[in-house]
Structure formats: structure tokens, C-alpha cells
């Protein structure tokens, strides 16, 4: 089993940056995808960006593409998205995902594995 737990959540103003981390623990592999997905109340959950371990690949969603920045951190067994030019759209939950083997990336069902969820709101 993998645990993810995410932080960096808050409140920032429209225009400003948050970074969010997600710490993958217990038995991890040396090849697996992570992907933020984020949720607004009434609304689906929706792809953000992904990348895989090695970093060969990553992937972002048409809306936060030139915004928002996924990366890896093996060292600390971590995957940051930064996020910048925040928009009160960006508001909602945003969750972190975890599986071994990813076919496409962007689908929310590729992934077994999710964290708990940190709160992003953006006041305008």
C-alpha cells in the first residue's frame, strides 16, 4: 500500500502562487505516475497535471497550461505542482494520484490510489 498525504493548501489572493507537495510513503515503486486532479462543489473532478517518476513525461490540462508547474522530487519522494496567476476558478480541492501503471494519464480512473485532498481558495 502507498499513502499520499498533500499540503500546501490556503487562501491566496487572485493573480498570486501556491505551491502544493504530495508525499507518497509506504511501498513505492521505482516506476509509477502521479497526477493532481482538483474538484469544485458541483462539479466533476478534473485533471490538472501528471507526471511520471522519471519525469520523462508530464502533462497538463488545457486551463492551467503556462500556469501551472508539476515536478518531482525523488530525494523526498514528492511531487509539487506550483501554481501561479491563480484565478478565483482554480478554487476547489485538489487531490493527489498514484498508481504503477498509467495508461492515460489525464483519466481520473487510471488511478487507485488518492490523498486526502488540501483546499485551494482564490478570492478575487
Known amino acids: 500500500q502507498v499513502q499520499l498525504v498533500e499540503s500546501g493548501g490556503g487562501l491566496v489572493q487572485a493573480g498570486g502562487s501556491l505551491r502544493l507537495s504530495c508525499a507518497a510513503s509506504g511501498r513505492t515503486f521505482s516506476t509509477y505516475v502521479m497526477a493532481w486532479f482538483r474538484q469544485a462543489p458541483g462539479k466533476e473532478r478534473e485533471f490538472v497535471a501528471g507526471i511520471n517518476w522519471s519525469g520523462a513525461s508530464t502533462l497538463y490540462a488545457d486551463s492551467v497550461k503556462g500556469r501551472f508547474t508539476i515536478s518531482r522530487h525523488n530525494a523526498n519522494n514528492t511531487v509539487d505542482l506550483r501554481m501561479n496567476s491563480l484565478t478565483p476558478e482554480d478554487t476547489a480541492v485538489y487531490y493527489c494520484?498514484?498508481?504503477?501503471?498509467?495508461?492515460?494519464?489525464?483519466?481520473?480512473?487510471?488511478?487507485?490510489?488518492w490523498g486526502q485532498g488540501t483546499q485551494v481558495t482564490v478570492s478575487s
Open positions: 494520484a498514484y498508481d504503477t501503471l498509467v495508461v492515460v494519464l489525464s483519466t481520473s480512473t487510471s488511478y487507485r490510489t
